[in-house]
């Protein structure tokens, strides 16, 4: 009766381990996939933020057309972006659009002074500085994730279970370069 015992017992730790790696896994890529969320909330945030600012600069300068337009077409790419390299990629077309508006409201004194428009500055601002937190804690949460389905004894089992490595948030070169701000 020994004899059957034993085994039995063998199987039993090993699914244990198993289910708890599993959970494990599955515990993590849930953490993956709400600091993505999070990272989607604030860039949409940021999305829901611009009409207001466009519709306020517009009406001080006509004549930006083209610096409007395309910070409404990179505005839709963010809308649409489905991974994390599209969300990369119209962030930075997005981001390359407000920095081209600042030059046209420095064109425009009143428009600096105007009320409506400061208080969507620093909304903006503190947006900027919620999406580079959320990517922080997306990353973050991403590495725990990669190590977790690299290491062994997991990575035996991680990819039978279908959890594959995550993909990093990450900026384009042109992102990763000082603006030159001269007065």
Do not use: C, H
């Not at 009766?1 to 289910?19: Q, R, S």
């Not at 119209?90 to 420095?106: C, I, Y």
């Not at 937190?133 to 279970?161: G, H, Q, S």
Request: hydrophobic share 40%; net charge negative.
């Amino acid at each position: 009766m020994k004899k059957f015992l034993v085994p039995i017992i063998i199987i039993a730790v090993i699914l244990v381990l198993i289910g708890g790696g599993y959970n494990n896994l599955l515990s993590l890529n849930e953490d993956v996939d709400n600091s993505w969320a999070q990272v989607e909330n604030v860039l949409k945030r940021r999305a829901d933020l611009i009409p207001n600012l466009v519709k306020t600069v517009k009406g001080y300068a006509e004549q930006e057309e083209r610096v409007l337009t395309q910070i409404t077409e990179a505005r839709s790419k963010m809308s649409s972006a489905k991974t994390p390299g599209e969300y990369a990629e119209a962030d930075a077309q997005l981001t390359q659009g407000l920095n081209s508006l600042n030059v046209v409201v420095e064109n425009y004194p009143d428009l600096k002074a105007n009320q409506g428009f400061l208080e969507l500055q620093a909304e903006l601002a503190s947006t900027e500085n919620k999406i580079s937190t959320e990517r922080m804690r997306y990353n973050d949460n991403v590495a725990v994730f990669n190590k977790k389905v690299k290491r062994f004894p997991t990575n035996i089992y991680a990819n039978m279970l279908g959890f594959d490595k995550r993909e990093y948030f990450k900026i384009n070169e042109a992102d990763s370069e000082v603006p030159n701000v001269d007065f």
